[in-house]
């Protein structure tokens, strides 16, 4: 089932298409109960739904791309993660140059990589026996300065209400 939303097209999985059935066939009893059953619904159309039940279709949608927002965060928000995106930030690193620097475990760090380019945070290519590992998409610093930015106006805030209260 596809569902026309300006110029986009949204596939539908087939859960998604299951719990819209089942939303009809309830609205269609409660609006027959009710009598106030509208002339142009029909179950073969979802356009009735979308015009005036649209938030159905952005959970929908959203519930999709939350929880791939989820996953590409938790692939971030570890300290060893962290530091090795700033360490690749000068740009692509052998896999042997980035283990000495972390001063962890070999298969940690190894760990570490696969989870951030499984994420598709970032991208490897092997040469011999040699692992180089590179940022994807640069915007990930982005993203972190803005939550740099975010915690330093927090600590400041914090720093203020302690002077307050001293």
Same mark, same amino acid.
């Given at each position: 089932?596809r569902?026309?939303?300006g110029? =986009?097209?949204h596939?539908?999985?087939?859960t998604s298409?299951?719990?819209l +059935?089942?939303f009809h066939?309830?609205?269609? +009893?409660?609006r $027959?109960?009710n009598?106030?059953?509208?002339l142009?619904?029909s179950m073969?159309?979802?356009t009735?739904?979308?015009?005036?039940?649209?938030?159905m279709?952005?959970i929908?949608i959203?519930?999709?791309?939350?929880?791939m927002?989820?996953s590409y965060l938790?692939?971030?928000?570890?300290?060893?993660?962290?530091?090795?995106?700033y360490f690749l930030?000068e740009?692509e690193?052998?896999?042997c140059?980035i283990i000495?620097r972390?001063?962890?475990?070999?298969?940690?760090?190894?760990r570490?990589?696969t989870?951030m380019?499984?994420a598709?945070?970032?991208?490897?290519?092997?040469?011999?026996v040699?692992?180089?590992?590179k940022? $994807?998409d640069k915007?990930?610093f982005?993203l972190?300065?803005l939550?740099d930015q975010m915690?330093?106006?927090?600590i400041?805030e $914090?720093a =203020?209400? +302690?002077k307050?209260?001293?």
């Amino acid at each position: 089932m596809r569902l026309d939303r300006g110029n =986009k097209m949204h596939q539908w999985s087939l859960t998604s298409r299951m719990a819209l +059935a089942n939303f009809h066939q309830s609205k269609l +009893a409660a609006r $027959k109960a009710n009598k106030g059953f509208p002339l142009s619904y029909s179950m073969k159309k979802c356009t009735w739904m979308h015009r005036n039940h649209s938030w159905m279709v952005q959970i929908m949608i959203d519930s999709n791309l939350i929880e791939m927002e989820k996953s590409y965060l938790k692939a971030i928000a570890q300290p060893t993660r962290l530091k090795i995106l700033y360490f690749l930030r000068e740009g692509e690193k052998c896999q042997c140059e980035i283990i000495p620097r972390m001063k962890e475990d070999q298969s940690n760090i190894s760990r570490h990589l696969t989870h951030m380019r499984d994420a598709g945070i970032l991208e490897s290519r092997r040469e011999g026996v040699s692992v180089y590992y590179k940022i $994807k998409d640069k915007r990930v610093f982005s993203l972190l300065l803005l939550v740099d930015q975010m915690v330093k106006a927090e600590i400041k805030e $914090k720093a =203020k209400r +302690a002077k307050v209260l001293a």
